[in-house]
């Protein structure tokens, strides 16, 4: 029996602001020690009341407009009840009815094809505390670190539009850059800022069989969900296969044993009992207000590739790799712009050199690393200042040293020598010198010039102009006797 797969994808990040959604508390930074980012309306005291982070809001909007969502001129914040350790008031602050934006979609790239998966709702809500499971000579207990809670939390419900482990994982880092590009999230998974639950379930492809929807959480990187939902995929086909019966619940991905887990049955939404928040009116987004945001939205990903290859002409390949991340996409344009338009050399500069240096940075973020540099260095060769061998020399140690490539060219002495009159003299040199070489070449083996470039380049300190010196001694092998 043939199965389908059934995916839907629910992600909660976490929106960069300052302060907290309902407080003006500092949203805490990941490594601060443990509850000293909490005021009184993270802790839930008797007697506080929320205010509406306008931020928040903004950025969840810009999401919504991002995905192609329609953005409801009313919108409201209701109380989702519910009773776990990690939530402080016994209730959190989300939206059920009128979330900030609703019925849009996700276009993205998979396997070589175009993909589109409905967005159904983007709402915002607050984060909740975060519990630390511990076990020492005292037992096992679980700790409550309340820096968390409060945080201006969107969540991100796509339709079950995704049929394999493979798409969700695509789908994933798709939402992730488009959040990252129009500054909505961090969108870094090792902080907890891009959490993932996956709905899935299966159906046989005569309709005969229908699978309930479990629910799976605890995955802490894309490679984990994906691994997660395959391992559902099997579970629950072969259950299905053996007639065995499965439950709609909540299962938790176990990283060291690549399983998932029972942790509970799922709830359902008459479970929290949902009400509108008393203490915050309605909210109205203004026609003006949505123009507002959409004006000063950044150029999203799937468009800056798209330019890239129209006013750059880039490859796709070259433009999928320098949009990937804003912040390259950035630096990439201002030393095309700096080197004089030299859009090509910079794309090879910057996914060859500056890629590398990242790499051994710990990655791009951790460069400092200026545009003028990379673009001076490229204006150098253009110009026939240095040759390419040189100016990598010259970059590397620009880039540690601070200085600037032309400074370092000048106190080093590396400036190329294209005087014919040394070429001249060295390029006979070479050839009196290395016979064996002269007679390949003579005997028809072309190929053996290059052997004898190499010793000129050599005795010129590698700084001799390589198409003078290939000239020179062309010239010379094809006029002796």
């Given at each position: ?8 994808l ?17 949203v ?44 409801p ?19 959190q ?58 945080v ?50 299966q ?11 479990v ?27 053996n007639g ?28 929290y ?8 009116p ?25 330019r ?23 630096f ?7 080197s004089?338009?030299?859009a ?6 910057v ?18 690393l200026?545009?003028e ?38 106190a ?23 016979p064996?070489?002269?007679?390949d070449?003579k005997?028809?083996?072309k ?6 470039i ?6 010129l300190?590698?700084a ?17 006797d």
């Amino acid at each position: 029996m043939e199965f389908q797969t059934i995916i839907g994808l629910e992600v909660h990040a976490q929106v960069l602001t300052n302060s907290k959604m309902f407080s003006a508390c500092p949203v805490p930074s990941p490594d601060a020690p443990p509850n000293t980012t909490v005021d009184p309306v993270s802790l839930g005291l008797p007697g506080t009341l929320p205010t509406v982070n306008r931020a928040a809001v903004e950025k969840t909007i810009m999401t919504g407009l991002a995905l192609g969502c329609e953005i409801p001129r009313y919108t409201r914040f209701d109380r989702k009840n519910y009773m776990y350790p990690d939530l402080m008031k016994g209730y959190q602050i989300s939206q059920y009815e009128l979330p900030l934006a609703i019925n849009g979609v996700l276009e993205f790239e998979h396997e070589g094809e175009r993909r589109q998966v409905g967005i159904t709702r983007v709402h915002l809500e607050e984060d909740t505390a975060r519990l630390a499971h511990v076990s020492d000579g005292n037992g096992s207990y679980s700790l409550v670190d309340v820096n968390r809670a409060g945080v201006p939390l969107m969540e991100i419900v796509s339709e079950p539009d995704i049929t394999s482990p493979a798409e969700a994982r695509s789908y994933l880092i798709a939402l992730r850059q488009i959040l990252r590009y129009i500054g909505a999230s961090t969108g870094n998974m090792d902080e907890g800022a891009f959490r993932v639950d996956a709905n899935i379930s299966q159906r046989s492809t005569d309709g005969s069989i229908i699978g309930p929807k479990v629910e799976v959480k605890n995955m802490n990187s894309f490679r984990s969900v994906e691994r997660a939902l395959e391992y559902e995929v099997e579970r629950q086909r072969k259950a299905l296969l053996n007639g065995e019966t499965l439950v709609q619940e909540t299962r938790g991905w176990v990283e060291d044993q690549q399983i998932t887990v029972s942790q509970r049955t799922k709830e359902f939404a008459e479970d929290y009992r949902y009400f509108p928040e008393p203490d915050l009116p309605p909210l109205e987004v203004t026609e003006s207000w949505v123009t507002e945001i959409r004006t000063g939205m950044a150029e999203l990903p799937a468009a800056r590739l798209e330019r890239f290859e129209r006013e750059y002409g880039l490859s796709r390949a070259d433009a999928a790799i320098l949009t990937e991340e804003s912040e390259v996409a950035d630096f990439y344009e201002e030393v095309t712009r700096l080197s004089g338009g030299e859009a090509g050399e910079a794309a090879k500069w910057v996914t060859g050199e500056v890629f590398a240096l990242a790499r051994g940075a710990g990655g791009f973020a951790a460069l400092n690393l200026q545009p003028e540099t990379v673009a001076e260095v490229i204006r150098l060769v253009g110009d026939g200042t240095i040759t390419l061998r040189t100016a990598k020399e010259v970059f590397a140690e620009a880039a540690t040293s601070g200085q600037s490539p032309a400074e370092i060219v000048e106190a080093r002495g590396l400036a190329q020598i294209s005087d014919a009159g040394l070429i001249q003299q060295v390029a006979a040199e070479v050839v009196a010198d290395n016979p064996d070489a002269v007679a390949d070449y003579k005997a028809g083996r072309k190929q053996a010039i290059g052997f004898l470039i190499g010793q000129a380049m050599r005795r010129l300190r590698g700084a001799g102009n390589p198409d003078i010196v290939r000239a020179e001694l062309t010239r010379i092998l094809e006029n002796e006797d």
